[in-house]
């Protein structure tokens, strides 16, 4: 086999490990934003498409792992290239626990009520999911277009989604403050404010490595 062959072999190895990474961000993405409708909504219907949505997340993710494991035994990465494989790893288990949250969230609103729900409790909700959608595509485009500032903003917005999740918390408390019987649905739309904190928390992640695989070094945090 000729050298030129390896090379092209290993090229193509390393463009279809990408193109996966770049296919199961898109599905996360979208997954992100089913759920947060279903939420909204208060669209129980949808609540199994979304759960076979993250069955197919978690299928990326053992292809990528599979595919990054055969390429480290079968060659010897130079070292961008490592850090190619690295990155991806740590990148496709943070994609993966986003599309968990977000099927998590959706079964969530299975045992509340269609309606009756304090607008301005729900309003605060979409306004969190909506800053974490914003996050997610930001970090998948700073991995699209291999962007350090695009990463950095990920990073520098996260402080935002801890805000709105704060916000989101305290309408969650006053609703149930309002009446104890409240408190099956109140538990449900914590757990729903706090993973939409954990997933902005796993998109920061993301933001982190898309930086060391640019650059090889992680983005320093201001204290």
Do not use: W
Not at 158 to 174: A, M, P, R, Y
Request: aromatic share 4%.
């Amino acid at each position: 086999m000729s050298d030129d062959h390896i090379v092209k072999s290993y090229d193509e190895e390393l463009h279809i490990i990408n193109d996966a990474i770049v296919q199961m961000g898109s599905l996360t993405e979208s997954l992100l934003e089913d759920s947060m409708n279903a939420i909204t909504k208060m669209d129980k219907d949808s609540v199994s498409k979304i759960v076979e949505s993250d069955k197919k997340i978690n299928k990326f993710r053992a292809s990528i792992d599979e595919q990054i494991m055969t390429l480290l035994v079968k060659r010897s990465p130079v070292a961008i290239d490592l850090r190619l494989a690295i990155s991806t790893l740590k990148i496709s288990q943070d994609l993966e626990r986003i599309g968990d949250l977000a099927k998590g969230n959706a079964k969530k609103i299975l045992p509340l009520p269609e309606d009756d729900l304090p607008p301005e409790m729900l309003n605060s909700m979409r306004r969190l999911g909506e800053a974490v959608q914003k996050q997610i595509k930001l970090s998948l485009d700073s991995y699209l277009e291999r962007s350090t500032e695009k990463a950095i903003q990920v990073v520098k917005d996260d402080e935002q989604v801890n805000d709105l999740t704060k916000i989101s918390i305290k309408e969650v408390l006053d609703f149930l403050a309002k009446d104890k019987k409240n408190l099956e649905f109140a538990t449900n739309l914590l757990f729903v404010s706090k993973n939409l904190e954990r997933a902005g928390d796993h998109i920061t992640r993301i933001a982190e490595n898309v930086y060391y695989l640019i650059s090889g070094d992680y983005p320093k945090k201001n204290k």
